[in-house]
Structures are given as C-alpha cells and as structure tokens.
C-alpha cells in the first residue's frame, strides 16, 4: 500500500532540546535505532541530503553511467529513507531541475522498501562508502 504524504504546511511547537542535530549516515542500519528514539520522544527527524552529499551523488551517477548501480540509485536512496517510519521530512538537494523531477518520480511511485530490499542497499552503500 503506498504511503500517503501530506503537503499541507503545519506550525509546529518549537522544542528545546539539548540535542538540536544529530548527524549520522545513510543508509547505515546503525542509524535507524537513533532516528526511531529521537522518534518516540515526540522530535521531528529531519534528514537532509539524503542521496549523501554532492561526492557521494557523482560516484553513484557515475557508476549508473557505466551500468554498475545495482540497487544503488538516487531513486532507491530517497525510497530507503521515506521507508524509515520514523523520518518526518526530507530535504534533497534541489540544485539541478533534472534531479528534483527525478525525486517528485520517486516520490510519487513510492512503495516502502522490504526489509531485504533495504539490507542490500546498506551492503551496496557500505561498499562504495568505504
């Protein structure tokens, strides 16, 4: 069942909190355990660059280019983070007008990744990431 997204602008209360930002990778399972407590005390997880950052999007197009992505694409990336039920937003990168259309596609057709799917993203990002 696709998951229902809701584009009306809300205010939110301001928290305080002495943990305003969490920095952590994608897609790195280590990582999900952080954003589910964040999660449940009620703090709004934001993940911003979420394709992994401006290196990080060149070697995965570049590997595209070559036909070596395998499960690692933009599309995937975005589809692995809006699976994580404890994400509230994402923010990508919004520099190249291709690439926004590329993510409202992904966005659009989304389905939540399986466990499985997800796994084998984080082994193909551990590969490249290292």
Do not use: K, W
Not at 18 to 24: E, Y
Not at 38 to 65: E, F, K, N
Request: net charge positive; proline share 12%; glycine share 6%.
């Amino acid at each position: 069942m696709p998951r229902e997204f809701d584009l009306t602008p809300r205010r939110v209360p301001r928290i305080e909190t002495p943990l305003r930002r969490i920095v952590t990778d994608f897609p790195v399972p280590e990582s999900l355990p952080v954003l589910e407590h964040a999660a449940d005390r009620g703090l709004a997880v934001i993940v911003m660059r979420p394709l992994g950052g401006s290196g990080r999007t060149s070697a995965i197009r570049g590997r595209m280019a070559r036909g070596q992505a395998g499960p690692l694409t933009p599309a995937n990336l975005l589809r692995y983070v809006l699976s994580c039920p404890a994400v509230s937003v994402v923010i990508p990168g919004a520099r190249y007008p291709d690439r926004i259309r590329v993510n409202v596609a992904a966005v659009e057709s989304f389905v939540p990744m399986s466990p499985a799917e997800m796994r084998e993203l984080e082994l193909a990002a551990a590969a490249l990431y290292d």
